[in-house]
């Protein structure tokens, strides 16, 4: 089985929504019946404070601990789906959910209490004082993972991030989501020789020929039979 090109499900500078007021939300975040209407939004990579600067969203900072994003994206055939891959820049820790099913979390995450601190600095890509391995982290999803996921635009990841303390100077969300497909397209096969409608001689002797009586010789390449 061959696989298709790969697929770009969620770039880096898509739209999320998200909430930075330091509120306390209820475990139903992660799930697509949550309303989260009142939500701001805004394109990636979210966040503040970070070497460079450059934010397609700046979050407020009230000294929070911890940041919540959410998006909807499509799949078009869960069946055709070989391999899925999301790679996520971070500070300081994540946790990550697939339609309220939890996918991923950070070496760092503690729990997914409110004001759960991580337990270890991770400092993004773009931080003044380097980043921390890893960078952009790989996360592949298993083959029951992929199957959390359906047909249609209404596919939700939720991702929640975590500071390692109240006084943090930076937090940063980026994130992309990529994968790969079957392909379902039969390989096409030319025959450049011989040429339709061509003969080729055989040169095989016949031994014991019949004199008195019509033989048949049959030769078959596939089918129909060429007498």
């Given amino acids: 089985i061959s696989l298709g090109p790969p697929i770009q499900i969620i770039s880096s500078t898509d739209v999320w929504k998200y909430e930075d007021s330091n509120t306390n939300l209820p475990n139903t975040w ?23 600067g450059v934010f397609g ?10 940041f919540y994003y959410r998006k909807n994206f499509n799949i078009d055939d869960v069946s055709a ?6 790679n996520i820049d971070y500070d300081d820790c994540y946790a990550i959910y697939i339609n309220g099913n939890l996918l991923s979390t950070s ?19 773009e931080d003044a004082s380097g980043p921390t391995a890893p960078i952009n982290p ?63 001689q055989d040169t095989t002797p016949l031994v014991e020929a019949a004199t008195d009586e019509i033989s048949t010789i049959s030769y078959q390449i596939n089918s129909p039979p060429i007498q």
Avoid: R
Avoid at 30 to 51: A, I, R
Avoid at 108 to 122: I, L, P, Q, R, Y
Avoid at 157 to 176: C, F, G, K, N, P
């Fill in 81 to 86: 789906i070989e391999s899925m891959q999301i």
């Fill in 138 to 200: 790989a996360i592949q999803f298993t083959p029951q993972q992929i199957a959390w996921l359906q047909n249609g635009p209404n596919n939700l990841i939720a991702v929640e991030i975590h500071q390692q303390s109240a006084a943090s100077s930076d937090t940063v969300m980026s994130l992309t989501m990529q994968g790969t497909t079957f392909d379902t397209q039969p390989p096409a096969i030319t025959i450049n020789s011989p040429l339709d409608g061509s003969s080729i």
């Fill in 57 to 66: 969203t700046t979050v407020q900072d009230l000294n929070q601990i911890t």
């Fill in 30 to 52: 992660v799930t697509q019946s949550y309303d989260d209407s009142s939500w701001l939004s805004g394109p990636g990579k979210l966040g503040f404070g970070t070497n460079d």
């Fill in 107 to 125: 070496s760092n995450f503690v729990n997914d209490a409110h004001g759960t601190v991580c337990s270890s600095t991770h400092n993004s890509a």
